[in-house]
């Protein structure tokens, strides 16, 4: 699956429908289709076989116009980031993208989230001057 993510996600240059290039990395692999056992100890120490079967959906989503668009939220500060767009599809698939410059953005994580509705509660994604231009 290492050599999926790889010639997919890292080896290709991928692009939003609203012509954002988003960057994927091989170290990504890990954060993206491990699972904690633990919520609190957030240790990633189980390969999600749900996470897994659905790899080729983070493309899809990044380019789906009619995904949802929301901000994304900042645990530590208990605030909405600006730089970061949450795409939902298919009802409760996230994909997580972190702006980083004009039309550039990196992945951030995707995953199935059973309780969706906190993230449906925040606000709309904004396109900005600082990442789309004019």
């Known amino acids: ?4 993510w790889q010639q997919e996600y890292c080896s290709q240059k991928i692009f939003t429908f609203d012509g954002v290039r ?26 999600s076989l749900n996470r897994l079967e659905k790899m080729l959906w983070i493309k899809d989503t990044l380019q789906d116009p009619d ?10 500060r208990k605030e ?6 949450v795409a939902i599809v298919k009802g409760n698939y996230v994909v997580i993208i972190r702006f980083i410059g004009l039309l550039k ?4 994580t995707a995953y199935v989230k059973e309780d969706i509705e906190n993230i449906m509660n925040a606000p709309d ?3 900005s001057e600082k990442y789309f231009g004019k």
Do not use: P, T
């Open 125 to 127: 994604f904004e396109k």
């Open 1 to 4: 699956m290492r050599i999926l």
């Open 105 to 108: 953005a990196r992945f951030v």
């Open 80 to 85: 909405y980031f600006e730089d970061r767009r």
């Open 22 to 47: 988003v960057q994927f990395y091989d170290d990504m692999f890990d954060h993206c289709f491990f699972e904690s056992v633990n919520r609190q100890e957030k240790d990633k120490s189980v390969l």
């Open 67 to 76: 995904a949802i668009f929301k901000k994304g939220w900042d645990n530590g």
